[in-house]
């Protein structure tokens, strides 16, 4: 989840060299039309439009460590229902 401007959130993906977001007016914003972080952002959104577009209230969050395999270590949100 990024903050564009003080009204303005999105949530989105990245890596070291890409980026994606979903803006609150469902405006999508990518580095690249081709970029890895868009692929993965439209995935989550396909998955949530075939599970019948869940409400948030249904999910459980919790933040998981991940560890690679350079020696990185870092946090990320899983939803689960």
Same mark, same amino acid.
Request: aromatic share 6%.
């Given at each position: 989840?990024?903050?564009?401007?003080?009204?303005?959130?999105?949530?989105?993906?990245?890596?070291?060299?890409?980026?994606?977001?979903?803006?609150?007016?469902?405006?999508?914003? $990518?580095?690249?039309?081709?970029? =890895?972080? *868009?692929?993965?952002?439209? #995935?989550?959104?396909?998955?949530?439009?075939?599970?019948? @577009?869940? $409400?948030?209230?249904?999910?459980? =969050?919790? *933040?998981?460590?991940?560890? #690679?395999?350079?020696?990185?270590?870092?946090?990320?949100? @899983?939803?689960?229902?």
């Amino acid at each position: 989840m990024t903050g564009l401007s003080p009204d303005l959130w999105a949530i989105g993906h990245t890596t070291a060299t890409t980026a994606a977001v979903l803006q609150q007016d469902g405006t999508i914003l $990518a580095d690249r039309p081709d970029s =890895p972080s *868009l692929a993965v952002l439209r #995935d989550w959104l396909s998955a949530w439009e075939n599970a019948g @577009r869940p $409400a948030l209230e249904t999910y459980i =969050p919790a *933040l998981v460590r991940c560890d #690679d395999d350079r020696g990185n270590t870092g946090w990320k949100l @899983r939803l689960t229902r």
